[in-house]
């Protein structure tokens, strides 16, 4: 074998799985039809806060093709557990966070539209429709308070007996006596109020799940939409006490994206396992999209006030921050870790800030649970950042790119006031690179270009930073994270010399089958195509923690970097046994075994297939076969930082904004793939930019969900977005064997201040909300024009 | 339950539908092509997209008893045999695709495209005939690039014919 087959890293090699999407044989949960399958339908609380006072299935039992109908009493008698929060807060007076009890079935109460009253399981999904509508539920309705800001009012329902104040935790990091310190020794002091808009995450595939139990084996089976199937089951065994791990199976096939919602464990998936033993048949629930608007946890919904303290030359002292964070009606799976250590442990930005505080109330409301979208609290933190910083610039008169050139962390390592010690990076190369990208000089001439044709042209920065690879576990355990963040792998080397790869990580749109086999190729000096990835079942791999927080390549892809190695020394024993050489003289490249100084050598196929003949060493010594595995835990996050700029023209007759030029740097350490890191950062910008200019969940005052469809909920179209520009700068990270920070969230963490801190530059004003849609932008320039009419 | 028989891919095919069952169910349940996907209730995201006597439809808008005696094209069917369609091709070539749940539709839809507007498409064009499909992992900025490449590509091979 020579060096020339093999795929290097830095390739934009082809992806390996295409050829199963584009000739349309995926294999998606709903794809799956199980023998004797049994449909489900739940029954979903048509109101957003009541007291279940009476629930009487019997007409509906009676009707066509009913299978079963279970409801939270069920659930109850069967001592199946609640739903959990895996991630422990302690508020800022020591006490616990308050975890309101979350049923899979309602059990007497309903906490929002969409809440889990029963399931209707029939032979077909229409009949269980049908037998739900004979469903008689006999709802107490109580008010309902759906908005961050009117959770904590001291007359606003309450959710949780657990809960006074509808506050789940209030909690804080930071030094405030420093933070105080800071401020008044301020020249300035640059105020803010912002409220991050709350997002439906909408992959395209919605949630589905099928639960199978084998009578045989008193075992249980799970298809499911799953970004990380041992988390599933662990969840469903540990907590929800469906099943010891060892009797459930979690497979989590072709998955249609995720962004973060198909991490959680939700109602759906536990009922309808639960449900397969109950009636003796599988059974298959699978999301129509109203359902996903109603029940996948949404992101976001932050409101904030801030306040930054400047010096005299432009300096940043402090950083002063309150936020109230909506969970929602239930603490979802991680909810609790977004707005906390996802969050206001990237305050700092790309700043060197001496003194930093946050605080942060936890509220329940009659909504969704709000949990981990793409970025998961980095948006938040850098939306936040990059706004007052902007604003500051703009306050003092000073160019935005120089006041954050002003404020850079330049030295590393970097240990910030909020937790967060950053390894590597260099923020002016990624300004630079992309100011020119920007053409930022000649911003000025096309904006008085833009304004002789009658259009308002702006130009916006945003440079974030977020963490990622996550996690070191003790870290996270020492922060209330229930689990630890490591990854696993395994490396079978096949007697012929092809490879599989088991990851705990799982691909869900990442392109895992093409990078995870590029970096075996690469090592081991074979061709791509003698790599096989799999992921997405328990029964085949042993334990992973699944995909997000862009920790798949820092972190999975370590593990077998790490199992690697452990190959590469099993194999080059017994390749010093077949070239009668010392084990120290035996060398490995390009696919290789050579003995140093001589052209004597075997090709690793050669050595592979000898690992299983295991005729030609001492298997007292050597145990025969080649496979190793790896479990790696992180040193450190990784810290993926960048510069993106966004230049709009926004027409005041209509309000619509054109995106006329959106440029992206960004560091992402060491590169695998650049076409598919570009691919990311294409999809993770048009999240950012949706959110900045279309895209909001709106609950009215009853707690009744307005944007419960595609109709009414904007998602980005192709016609909405420009085609980007995208550039790499590079500082390889010190924390894992690869060099790799992570690509997956940086779009949407980024895109949104870059999109609005154009906006405000073009309209000249900084109160402009997202999403910044043009009845807004138009509301907004006919009332400035008004003012300026009255003044002249 | 009502007697239909379209072909499909080519091939001759009949089924027994209830009157309310729609296209792609009839696709996805009746007849196991799991290709043609649904990503939404309301008509909006195209993941469904399928070819009715040689024309763009959304598959969960129509009705299986209103495809009787039609010709339908599905993803499975683009394909000649082992030789991939040029606009399967160009999304594979050109990145268009990451979770493939959209691409199916994608790929039909730009399919049509091509028949509609001819080979030779510009990036707004492109950009605006794609309004009925949503992906949410590319920002379609490879999805654009894989029909305008596709595009050219279906274009040549009539092209070298025509010389």
Redesign the interface.
Known sequence: MTASIVTPIGASV??K????????????T??M?RPGQAHAYFLRSPVAHANIRSLDTSAAAAMPGVVGILTGADLAADGVGDLICGWMIHSVDGTPMRMGSHPALAKGKVRYVGDHVAVVIAETL?QAKDAAAAIVVDYDVLPAVAETGRARAADAPQLHEVAPGNTAFSWELGDAAATDAAFAQAAHVIPLDLVNNRLAP?????RAAIGEYDSGDDAFTLWTTSQNPHLARLVLSAFVGLAPEHKLRVIAP????G?GSKIFIYAEETVCTWAAKKVGRPVKWTS???EAFLSDAHGRDHITRAELAVNGEGKILGFRVKTTANMGAYLSTFASAIPTYLYATLLSGQYDIPAIHCHVDAVYTNTAPVDAYRGAGRPEATFLVERIVEIAARTLGMDGAEFRRRNFITSFPHQTPVIMAYDAGDYAASLDKALAMADYAGFPARKAAAAAKGKLRGIGLSNYIEACGIAPSAAVGSLGAGVGLWESAEVRVNPTGNVEVLTGSHS????HETTFAQLVSSRLGIPIDQVSIVHGDTDKVQFGMGTYGSRSGAVGMSAIFKALDKVEAKAKKIAAHMLEASEGDIEFKDGRFTVAGTDRGLAFAEVALNAYVAHKFPTSEIEPGLKEGAFYDPTNFTFPAGCHVCEVEVDPDTGETQIVQFVAVDDFGVVINP??V???V??????GVGQALLEAVHYDGDGQLVTG???DYT?????N?P??KVGLTETRCPSNPLGIKGCGEA?AIAAPPAVINALTDALGTEDIPMPATPARLWQIIQARRAVAQAAE | MTKIAVTLNGRATSADVEPRTLLVQLLRDTLHLTGTHVGCDTSQCGACVVHVDGVAVKACTMLAVQADGTQVLTIEGLAGGTQLHPMQEAFREHHGLQCGFCTPGMIMTAVDMVARLGTDLSEGTIRENLDGNLCRCTGYHNIVKAVQAGAHAMGAPAAAAAE
Do not use: C, W
């Open positions: 082809r992806r799985e295409d050829h199963r999407f584009i000739t349309g044989k995926g294999r998606y709903d794809d039809a229409n909408n992959p395209i595939e919605p072709d998955v249609g994206g962004f129509d999209r109203s869900h749109g990442q392109g076409m598919i570009e691919g990311q294409h999809g993770g910008i048009a999240q469809s595609f109709m998602m980005p179209r192709a016609e977005l085609s980007f779009g």
